[in-house]
């Protein structure tokens, strides 16, 4: 688990993340979201060790990262594919982070194995192309077997295969109980596999929690039907917290009720149904009117849009 409590960074004058609270729990893939600028990198690298916090905390498991006397047992990191040594194969590579943990041989074969790099583990890395950087990072993270994983966009330069398999491992990461928190910008990509979202902005918290709560906090699913029988469905489906709308004589928008409940008052007040859709906002949509206010670089259309 992994748990903010009032964290803020401040560079001179300048406020990177400010009384950031929000907590990330095992069994679930997290996405962390934020515009450029929000502080999702500055808030990544207070959570590994590599910033200083000014105030506040993030710890993972109830510790600091620097707490931890084997991290890499503890916490699987991914924030700069690159920062491998171009000269060295991936084996090496692994192999010498694996003897600063005594992590056998043995389990970087594994790994390897895992991420689809076996057939080239004695190349250098140097030569390796964007995914097949991003497979070694991830391999990296892999290697002390930990509880939580934190990946700053892991599917970038994958092809559709390897972003297929990114999913799915992230997916069966989560479901073994371990906390995987992840930022990207492919918000399709994060609307299949998250869970749970932490949004921020101008390094503030804008949302925390369960991706559909978030986004149907921003505009309630509506349901679409077409009836020759409005005006008895209309009658029908009258409650608390539930709003009809029409904009033709067969045609209703329907707020509070779920499309399955609509179609069960239609078939008991007998009426016909030429369509029944439910229409809710994308992850993309409800990112945008989220962080509308707290965007830091934008043209002059977008400001006005």
Not at 209 to 214: K, T
Not at 250 to 277: C, D, K, M, N, Q
Request: charged share 20%; with cysteine.
């Amino acid at each position: 688990m992994i748990i903010a409590e009032s964290l803020t960074k401040r560079y001179g004058e300048k406020v990177a993340v400010e009384d950031l609270s929000f907590t990330v729990r095992p069994g679930a893939v997290t996405g962390f979201l934020g515009p450029n600028g929000a502080g999702k990198s500055t808030t990544m690298r207070m959570l590994v060790g590599l910033d200083q916090p000014t105030d506040g905390r993030i710890t993972i498991d109830g510790r600091d990262y620097r707490e931890l006397p084997d991290p890499l047992r503890h916490v699987g990191v991914l924030l700069d594919a690159r920062a491998v040594h171009p000269g060295r194969s991936a084996r090496n590579h692994l192999l010498m982070v694996a003897h600063t943990h005594q992590i056998p041989a043995a389990r970087v074969d594994e790994v390897l194995n895992m991420v689809g790099l076996d057939s080239v583990a004695r190349q250098r890395a140097g030569g390796f192309s964007l995914g097949m950087g991003q497979r070694l990072g991830v391999a990296t993270a892999l290697l002390g077997d930990p509880e939580v994983l934190v990946l700053d966009e892991p599917v970038n330069g994958l092809d559709p295969d390897g972003v297929l398999w990114m999913r799915e491992l992230l997916r069966r990461l989560a479901r073994e109980g371990r906390t995987v928190f992840l930022s990207s910008h492919l918000m399709s990509e994060l609307s299949l596999i998250a869970e749970d979202l932490v949004v921020i902005g101008q390094g503030k918290l804008l949302a925390c929690g369960a991706m559909d709560d978030i986004v149907s906090s921003v505009a309630p699913n509506t349901i679409r039907v077409i009836t020759p029988d409005a005006a008895v469905l209309t009658a029908a489906l009258q409650g608390p917290h539930v709003s009809v709308t029409s904009s033709d004589r067969e045609t209703l928008e329907i707020e509070g009720l779920s499309a399955r409940e609509v179609g069960v008052r239609a078939a008991a007040a007998g009426v016909t149904l030429y369509e029944l859709t439910s229409h809710s906002l994308s992850l993309e949509e409800a990112f945008m009117q989220i962080t509308k206010n707290a965007i830091e670089y934008s043209t002059a259309a977008e400001a006005a849009s």
